[in-house]
Nanobody
Framework: VQLVESGGGLVQAGDSLRLSCTIS????????VGWFRQAPGKDREFVAA????????NYADFVKGRFTISKDNAKNTVYLQMNSLKPEDTAVYYC???????????WGKGTQVTVSS
C-alpha cells in the first residue's frame, strides 16, 4: 500500500489549497484515511479524518469551519480542502490510512504547506 500526497505549496494568509492523497490499494473502501501535520519543532498532530464506511468525518478544533476532508472512491483519493489559511497552518501535511480489518497504518511522505503573513 502506497500513499502519495500532493497539492502543497506557498500561499498567503487567507488563501486556499487543496491537498490530495492517492492510495494504491485494491480495497480502498476498507481504509479510514486521515490527515496529520507536523510543524518544525512540534509533534505531529491530527487534522481531519474520514471513515471507510459512511464517509463520516472528524476534525481538530483548530480547523473546524476552514478545512474539509472528502474522498473519491473511483479515484482512490482523499482530499483536504483548506480555506482561510493562517501562518500557523504552516507544516508538512501527511496522509495516513488505517486498514479496517488489520488495523495496519500506512503513511505518505508528506507535502509542505507554507502560509506567509
Amino acid at each position: 500500500v502506497q500513499l502519495v500526497e500532493s497539492g502543497g505549496g506557498l500561499v498567503q494568509a487567507g488563501d486556499s489549497l487543496r491537498l490530495s492523497c492517492t492510495i494504491s490499494a485494491r480495497d480502498f473502501r476498507t481504509y479510514a484515511v486521515g490527515w496529520f501535520r507536523q510543524a518544525p519543532g512540534k509533534d505531529r498532530e491530527f487534522v481531519a479524518a474520514i471513515s471507510y464506511s459512511d464517509g463520516s468525518t472528524n476534525y481538530a478544533d483548530f480547523v473546524k469551519g476552514r478545512f474539509t476532508i472528502s474522498k473519491d472512491n473511483a479515484k482512490n483519493t482523499v482530499y483536504l480542502q483548506m480555506n482561510s489559511l493562517k501562518p500557523e497552518d504552516t507544516a508538512v501535511y501527511y496522509c495516513n490510512a488505517l486498514q479496517r480489518f488489520t488495523a495496519l497504518p500506512y503513511w505518505g511522505k508528506g507535502t509542505q504547506v507554507t502560509v506567509s503573513s
